[in-house]
């Protein structure tokens, strides 16, 4: 399974960013997915995940109200939708894929997540 995460640049705070993965290699709809971070100095926490079905979500506090994620399994993509961003919302974002034992489950435990992709730097400028 590869996944390639794209979407990320330099943004002013206010502004929006959508971040994209897409998966290859295996079937997209058997796995939950995930977006993490990396602010530098910092461990990679969850941001936002999403069971396979796409009904369930989970958002960390500090990005709720502001970012969205959605899967389309026909494209075989997971999204992010990052409004209203934040100095601190400046990290590296990786997207991450988990084998799902239901299709309601999502995952927030990086060690839950079989495969991870390369990572997109997201920079917010105050």
């Known amino acids: 399974v590869q996944l390639q995460a794209y979407g990320g640049g330099l943004v002013q705070a206010g502004g929006s960013l959508r971040l994209s993965c897409a998966v290859s290699g295996r079937t997209f709809s058997s796995y939950a997915m995930g977006w993490f971070r990396q602010a530098p100095g910092k461990e990679r926490d969850v941001v936002a995940a999403?069971?396979?079905?796409?009904?369930?979500?989970y958002y960390v506090d500090s990005v709720k109200g502001r970012f969205t994620i959605s899967r389309e399994n026909a494209l075989n993509t997971v999204f992010l939708q990052m409004n209203s961003l934040k100095p601190e919302d400046t990290a590296v974002y990786y997207c991450a894929a988990a084998t799902s034992y239901g299709a309601t489950y999502y995952y927030t435990d990086s060690h839950d997540y079989d495969y991870w992709g390369q990572g997109t730097l997201v920079t917010v400028s105050s």
């Open positions: 999403i069971s396979w079905s796409g009904d369930n979500t």
